[in-house]
């Protein structure tokens, strides 16, 4: 039996394209989105597919994988912060119910994409010779791993060093959910103002810095404020628990009616931690801001 990654070539071609659909649109759109901008990009590279296939389960046909690919393989799309461990166990079942050997799960939200591969277990006896040989490679390279950080934290670091390393990668990782949470914010926020008018005149005149009032393109009033610590969205908070919004300040320019501007807002933040996190992390902050401009002028 040849020792072959299964499906080699196609999960090359298709990781390819994964990538173009992301720096296409970015890592905040709808996973319908992702789906319609990667089906043009099969048709444009006559790649065989079937979107939204219906997978019968235990006699029950209600559920739908996204993409099965020239009948050899799956193609689960996601748009969310982590892959979380139904995911694979969906992904496991789609694959024993269509007999496929092999699924793909891909997280558009990551900000490093790398396609998850999710093999069927009932074929995993085809390829014992090349999974063996992979394990044993893997586990080298553990061993390795362990002695090199044995040895460096032996030679190099204090126990009081380490520590403080620690502290600091705990700080990244929930900094980087607070900054990813804000930023998903921000990106409501600017679709709604470019197609907004009528920003802080009129009956939107209740502006302050720390809030923002436009009429929306279905004629309604949009209030954006800063209350407790939560970015709201006439009050209704549009930030999660762990986000603590500590500054707000919305910038308005050329607003004014007849000036023929089209008017631009500059939104700055300073999102931190709240002081209910983890111990050793709160407090941690960043600071982020855009312009965005409305379509409509005055």
């Known amino acids: 039996m040849d020792n072959k990654i299964i499906e080699k070539e196609l999960s090359y071609k298709l990781g390819g394209i994964f990538f173009e659909t992301q720096n296409k649109l970015g890592r905040f759109c709808r996973e319908k989105q992702y789906a319609d901008a990667f089906e043009n990009k099969l048709k444009e590279n006559k790649i065989n597919f079937e979107r939204e296939a219906s997978i019968e389960i235990e006699n029950r046909k209600s559920n739908f994988v996204d993409f099965i690919i020239e009948n050899r393989l799956l193609v689960d799309f996601k748009a969310k912060p982590f892959i979380e461990k139904e995911d694979y166990n969906q992904m496991k079942r789609y694959l024993e119910a269509s007999k496929l050997e092999l699924g793909l799960i891909v997280n ?55 520590i403080v390393a620690m502290r600091s990668q705990r700080a990244m990782v929930n900094l980087m959910a607070v900054t990813d949470n804000a930023s998903l914010a921000i990106e409501q926020m600017a679709r709604e103002i470019r197609t907004g008018y009528e920003f802080c005149v009129g009956a939107n005149a209740n502006c302050a810095e720390q809030q923002l009032v436009f009429t929306n393109y279905l004629g309604e009033q949009v209030i954006y404020r800063l209350d407790s610590n939560r970015l709201e969205r006439n009050s209704q908070p549009l930030t999660a628990t762990n986000v603590s919004i500590e500054t707000l300040k919305f910038i308005v320019s050329g607003n004014q009616t007849g000036d023929d501007q089209a008017t631009r807002v500059t939104i700055v933040l300073k999102v931190a931690v709240p002081q209910t996190g983890p111990i050793g992390v709160r407090g941690v902050f960043t600071n982020l801001q855009t312009t965005i401009s409305a379509r409509n002028l005055d």
């Not at 995993?124 to 002695?147: P, Q, W, Y």
């Open 108 to 162: 558009f939200r990551s900000r490093y994409l790398k396609p998850k591969r999710v093999l069927n277990s009932k074929y995993l006896g085809h390829s014992d010779k090349f999974v063996a040989l992979n394990r044993a490679n893997a586990f080298t390279t553990i061993e390795l791993l362990v002695a090199m950080t044995i040895f460096v934290i032996i030679v190099s670091l204090a126990t009081g060093s380490f």
